[in-house]
Nanobody, 128 residues
Framework: QVQLVETGGGLVQPGGSLRLSCAAL????????IGWFRQAPGKGREGVSC????????HYADSVKGRFTISIDNAKNTVYLQMSSLKPEDTGVYYCVPAPYGSTWSTFLEFVHEYDNWGQGTQVTVSS
């Protein structure tokens, strides 16, 4: 089955940067839209960004536009989320998710309600 492994989280001060990695094991990312959801303490999961490797199309939540950049390294079968100008509101557990190929942004956001294979995620804490 599809397996994604999230790494790169940690503790960073406001204004700092982190790069999260999502490694796909045993399958090619070409068959999926790969993206990130995050969950702040006491809140539900929120769509952050997604990318489709076949055409390079990307989408971002309004709250992270201009600060986060999603990218893919096809050779390594890995998706990255470069997070800059981090704010305390960015704190949460970040999960990598394989959405159906061809998903639009709205479809990706709705996928949170049907996805049932959540990994452990990686913790991002933005605090001084």
């Amino acid at each position: 089955q599809v397996q994604l492994v999230e790494t790169g989280g940690g503790l960073v001060q406001p204004g700092g940067s982190l790069r999260l990695s999502c490694a796909a094991l045993g399958f090619t990312l070409d068959y999926y839209v790969i993206g990130w959801f995050r969950q702040a303490p006491g809140k539900g999961r929120e769509g952050v960004s997604c990318i489709q490797s076949t055409d390079g199309s990307t989408h971002y939540a309004d709250s992270v536009k201009g600060r986060f950049t999603i990218s893919i390294d096809n050779a390594k079968n890995t998706v990255y989320l470069q997070m800059s100008s981090l704010k305390p509101e960015d704190t949460g557990v970040y999960y990598c998710v394989p959405a159906p190929y061809g998903s639009t942004w709205s479809t990706f956001l709705e996928f949170v309600h049907e996805y049932d294979n959540w990994g452990q995620g990686t913790q991002v804490t933005v605090s001084s």
